[in-house]
């Protein structure tokens, strides 16, 4: 019997790379594309690479993606390529509807003209739901968007269930709160805070690394931060794809909200980075105006009651789990 065939969109992401880990773990074919242009490492993919079939393409070009495609005739394609900062879509709004939104849409429509029986997974993203008109937020709640990020993701989610019922594709949508990893950009508040709770305790003052403003992250021992009362639901990325690939594998396709249905806020995600490592948070956090999104969303919290009963899914990783897996994979790699 031939291996199920796998394509990728960002897959030397943090989601890409954990997506293809599990897919060559249940013996399929798995290719992804990498922008020419690209400078980029890639590290969430190094240990891997060499079973991987990586091809140039680019989102901001359909002739690419198109050939990219037929070059692999997939029979599953996993969209998760996008400009993902919310408070970056700000800075760049009209680069991340260009990403997030219309290449979204460049890669939908090319499975539909090269490989139409393909199965097409989109990932959808919580910040749909931005200013939430209830809570916990199910596959029913109206999408109300506050910010560019998360219009540009409502865009793309939409055309996705567009050519479903127009065109009897195999397409769906994860709608993924949040998730996040050792892979996680540092520009994301959860590396940010782990990162300095890791520097901290191996009393590094000032980092190498640097944040969105092109600063230290760790700048004379301390981390700028924004809303420490922001609150969002966390759990882990290597969860998050597992119900990814359930989704596929269903016989009719349908939208899945992904989430733990708990939330935390940037202030008890200081608390337990900090308390990990035997530190005082209060110590080693600042506010900084500028990390405050000029419209803050929420509170976003998952009912993931329907991927429950018919996906089967649930997380297995708590959030005090995925806080110090952070802060211990940041250890291991400034030591």
């Known amino acids: 019997m031939a291996k199920k065939k796998a394509f990728i969109t960002g897959i030397t992401g943090q989601d890409g790379s954990y997506l293809a880990e599990l897919l060559l773990g249940k013996g399929y074919e798995v290719a992804g594309i990498v922008r020419k242009t690209s400078n980029m490492a890639y590290d969430n993919i190094g240990h891997i690479q060499d079973q991987l079939r990586l091809i140039q393409a680019d989102l901001l070009d359909p002739v690419s993606l198109r050939e990219a495609i037929q070059k692999v005739q997939p029979d599953e394609v996993y969209n998760l390529a996008a400009q993902s900062h919310p408070a970056e879509s700000f800075k760049q709004p009209i680069h ?41 937020q199910s596959e029913e709640t109206p999408f109300n968007p506050a910010n560019p990020y998360a219009a540009a993701k409502l865009y793309a989610h939409a055309m996705t269930k567009i050519y479903r019922k127009s065109y009897d594709m195999f397409a769906t949508c994860g709608i993924l709160f949040n998730h996040e990893s050792p892979r996680r950009h540092l520009n994301f508040v959860t590396q940010k805070v782990t990162y300095a709770a890791a520097a901290a305790k191996l009393g590094i003052k000032n980092s190498d690394h640097l944040n969105e403003e092109g600063e230290s992250i760790v700048k004379d021992g301390k981390v700028a931060l924004g809303n420490l009362e922001a609150k969002r639901d966390w759990g882990f990325t290597g969860d998050f794809v597992e119900a990814m690939w359930l ?10 909200v992904i ?29 900084d105006k500028r990390f405050v999104r000029p419209t803050e969303t929420g509170p976003l919290v998952a009912n993931p009651a ?26 291991a790699r400034l030591k």
């Open 96 to 136: 991340t509807a260009e990403i997030t939104a219309i290449g979204a849409h460049r890669v939908l429509d090319a499975v539909w003209d090269v490989v139409p029986k393909a199965k097409f997974y989109q990932a959808s993203s919580s910040e749909m739901y931005g200013w939430v008109k209830e809570i916990p």
């Open 247 to 256: 989704i596929m594998q269903q016989s009719t396709p349908d939208d899945f």
């Open 259 to 287: 989430g733990t249905g708990e939330t935390h806020s940037i202030r008890e995600l200081c608390e337990v980075a900090f308390e990990y490592v035997g530190l005082n948070w209060e110590e080693y956090v600042e506010i």
């Open 306 to 331: 329907k991927a429950k009963k018919i996906l089967g899914w649930t997380p297995t990783t708590t959030f005090k789990e995925l806080v110090r897996m952070m802060v211990d994979a940041h250890i």
